[in-house]
């Protein structure tokens, strides 16, 4: 009598413990299928949309045709970012890499850059281990929650 109480009771706690475990491991086929939940969830009920102070600017085919394919001189972009900067935005960034010299003129990035000063600009960046040496300090603090993830980031130095 005492086995047939005990028996549904302990495969409830199993079934619990067991569930955790997975959850804690997060083994990478539990992420795919909670990361498919939550795009659903957000097909089916997005949030409402309301008025938000971002605002995106997005290069679309649109944009192309008009302005001729993507890189864009930046001359335009620095045309852009002062007409950003002209209508109040408090911030501007570039989710791009800059990596080499626009290939049209080199007046081009001097303008570019002249814009980004005269705005609140940032732009996107990448870390490699085989680049120089980054020289500049860091501009803020890195706020961590839990042990120090130092010993398992991989050595970028420039």
Request: aromatic fraction near 6%.
């Amino acid at each position: 009598m005492l086995r047939h109480r005990l028996l549904p009771g302990l495969a409830g706690l199993a079934l619990i413990v067991g569930l955790a475990l997975v959850r804690l491991a997060d083994p990478a086929p539990v992420a795919v299928l909670r990361d498919m939940g939550f795009d659903l969830y957000q097909q089916l009920l997005p949030r409402p949309g309301g008025d938000s102070a971002v605002r995106v600017v997005d290069i679309d085919e649109r944009a192309l045709a008009q302005y001729g394919q993507w890189p864009w001189p930046r001359d335009l972009l620095a045309r852009l970012t002062d007409r950003l900067g002209a209508l109040g935005a408090a911030a501007i960034g570039y989710d791009l890499l800059f990596a080499e010299p626009d290939r049209l003129a080199a007046a081009h990035d001097a303008a570019f850059a002249a814009a980004l000063g005269r705005t609140r600009a940032a732009l996107g960046f990448a870390v490699t281990p085989a680049g120089p040496p980054l020289t500049l300090a860091p501009k803020a603090a890195i706020a961590v929650s839990g042990g120090d993830p130092t010993p398992a980031l991989p050595p970028l130095g420039g």
